[in-house]
């Protein structure tokens, strides 16, 4: 009775050794480490691109009251308009500025053309 215990326990302790050691799946410790590694450095890469891009935050507020004219100057009638907030006026939203040269970098499209049809130019 005594040996059947003794190799239980060691066929046991052979068992946990090795689900210890053992390599999770088709990739080792060390190599998904080094995946997250090399995610996290990317990441981290991104992150300081995307700050060295932004250049301000600005916070607006909806007022009512603008008055609103057509291209000639006649006056249409009048409308709301987001303006920056006023001291003591509650926040609506905050507006990220970049620098132009940053445009391409994180993907966006100028709005440049965009602005010009708004206006009419």
């Known amino acids: 009775m005594k040996r059947l215990v003794a190799i239980l ?19 080792s410790v060390p190599s998904r480490l ?38 000639n100057g006649v006056v249409q009638g009048v409308t709301t308009a987001l303006d920056i907030t006023e ?10 500025g970049t620098r132009p040269d940053c445009v391409t970098a994180l993907n966006l499209k100028s709005t440049r053309p965009a602005a010009r049809r708004a206006v009419g130019r």
Do not use: F
């Open 34 to 71: 080094s995946s997250v590694e090399k995610k996290v450095r990317t990441l981290q890469q991104n992150l300081t691109a995307v700050k060295r891009c932004l250049s301000s935050a600005v916070p607006v507020t909806r007022y009512n009251g603008y008055v609103y004219a057509d291209q």
């Open 9 to 27: 326990a060691a066929a046991l302790a052979a068992l946990a050794i090795y689900t210890v050691t053992a390599p999770a799946g088709q990739q």
């Open 87 to 96: 001291q003591g006026d509650q926040t609506n939203a905050i507006l990220i």
